[in-house]
């Protein structure tokens, strides 16, 4: 009479020479089998060992030191995606906005540094991340003949953190960014209203500089656009051009406005 005991091990004996039937039965199986539990299609020393988020942390930021922004970009998402509750994980979705950015690729350091921000609300290093975001934008920053949206979202960004974050190392770097912005926008109403002057569109040319002056006194385009104002009296006063020529009872008589009461 077979005691209980016997009949344990000999029944987890049939178990498992049945479980190893079945997995010697099919390469192709074993392969899939192993792979599934060691990420390697055969047992042996060389099968991939799943590597520490300390370590991994380590050589993703060792890659950034070296300039291999690419390669330090693949092992923070790698990081970020294989272990999201660790204490790794919200420097390497900051990192990973790093990443993107030192590669000159703006709108996914925007996206990983925007992702941050909401996961981390409350971070020590989110002033940091805005200003990123800011300089996203501001990177991407046209000459005066160009589109300025890219100029308009960074004064954006940049004053968002200074509102919000006022004693933040960053404020300050904030306000020098959007006096260059600023500045920008002005050389392009400056530039929009040397083209219409040129062309003898005078009513949209003081549009272009007035707007200038009131919007933008201290730039450095001020006195350029004071100069064909002047210019543009001169002419009314020799009878080149008529009055008329100035469209829209706003501007009138521009020059009743001084630069004084121009100042915000």
Known sequence: ??????????????ILSLFLLACLSGCANTRNLWARIWGSETPGSDYAVIEADSELAARAQERLSADDYAGAAELFQQLKDQYPQSPYAAMAELRLGDSYYLNSKYEEAYGAYDSFISRHPLHENVPYAIYQKGMCWYQRMNGIDRDQTPTVSAITEFTF????????????????????ARNSLAGHEYYVGEYY?????????????????????????????????AQYREMLDSG?????NLRGSE???????????MRY
């Open 197 to 229: 002057f040129k062309r003898k569109d005078y009513a949209a040319a003081m549009r272009r500089f007035m707007g200038l002056i009131k919007a933008y006194p201290d730039s450095g385009y001020h006195p350029r656009a004071y100069t064909y104002i």
């Open 161 to 180: 953190l200074v509102e919000v974050y006022p004693d933040s190392p960053y404020a300050n770097m904030a306000h020098a960014r959007v006096a260059e």
């Open 240 to 244: 080149e051009i008529e009055e008329g």
């Open 251 to 261: 501007y009138d008589n521009p020059f009743s406005v001084t630069e004084s009461s």
């Open 1 to 14: 009479m077979i005691k209980t005991a016997d009949f344990h091990r000999i029944l987890m004996g049939t």
